[in-house]
């Protein structure tokens, strides 16, 4: 394992082992220093955030009832970028709030994703009650 994970390092750059930080053991394993998990926290909360508040208006405004002329065009550019953030700002605030050991950090990405709960029941709820408007 530990031949692995030193290869795993020798491939790849620190970028991008940074995105692929779940094929490293080392971040589950270790105690996570304050600095990596700040740098999760600040990088995961607003890429998490910010397309989950995006996506229900973009939706419904460029893809349900286009408002603009190329909308769906629009969205279908859009929509895979915004995707790809969420996922990434959900994993690293998921490895700052489960790394150890539990502090302030830990407890900021865990409110974050409380928050990310939220906005996607109201996101299904409007979504719903849009669709049976429709």
Known sequence: ??????????????ALRWILCGINADCYTHRVSWRERERWFYWGAPLALG??????????YLVIEPQVK?????????????GVAEF??????????VA???NLLSMLSSGALMILLVIAAYTGLFLA?????V
């Open 88 to 97: 990434l700002g959900v994993r690293w605030l998921v490895m700052g709030a």
């Open 129 to 133: 009650a849009f669709a049976g408007r």
């Open 51 to 60: 397309p989950a508040l995006a996506f229900l208006p973009c939706l419904v």
């Open 70 to 82: 190329y909308g769906p065009a629009i969205a279908a550019g859009i929509l895979p970028f915004a």
């Open 1 to 14: 394992m530990a031949g692995e994970t030193s290869r795993l390092r020798a491939l790849t750059s620190p």
């Open 100 to 102: 150890r050991p539990f």
